[in-house]
């Protein structure tokens, strides 16, 4: 079955950076799209990137746009969030999806399967 593990999540300085990344297994890495979405306590999970089956085609939420770069490696079937210029406001559990078409998609629900999540903390 499809398994997600993110890893990378942890403590940082607002200013700093962290590398997110996610394994996965039990896919066909090439032919489905992937994405980074995030939920802080007591709000929605909210979409954070998503990247394409090719990684040539890459989106982001307004919020991260400039700061965060998504991309993928389907050798290893890894995807990767770096995220710089970190703001308190980006705490949150990030969590790595994945969806069988190969496209991007900023929605929710169109990720059928969801990693448990990896805690970023970010201190003013």
């Known amino acids: 079955q499809v398994q997600l593990v993110e890893s990378g999540g942890g403590l940082a300085q607002a200013g700093g950076s962290l590398r997110l990344s996610c394994a996965a297994s039990g896919i066909t890495s090439n032919t489905y799209g992937l994405g980074w979405f995030r939920q802080a306590p007591g709000n929605e999970r909210e979409f954070v990137a998503t990247i394409d089956w090719s990684g040539a085609s890459t989106n982001y939420a307004d919020s991260v746009k400039g700061r965060f770069t998504i991309s993928r490696d389907n050798a290893k079937n890894m995807v990767y969030l770096q995220m710089n210029d970190l703001k308190p406001e980006d705490t949150a559990v990030y969590y790595c999806?994945?969806?069988?078409?190969?496209?991007?998609?900023?929605?929710?629900?169109?990720?059928?399967?969801w990693g448990q999540g990896t805690q970023v903390t970010v201190s003013s």
């Open positions: 999806a994945a969806r069988r078409s190969g496209g991007t998609s900023f929605v929710r629900v169109m990720y059928p399967y």
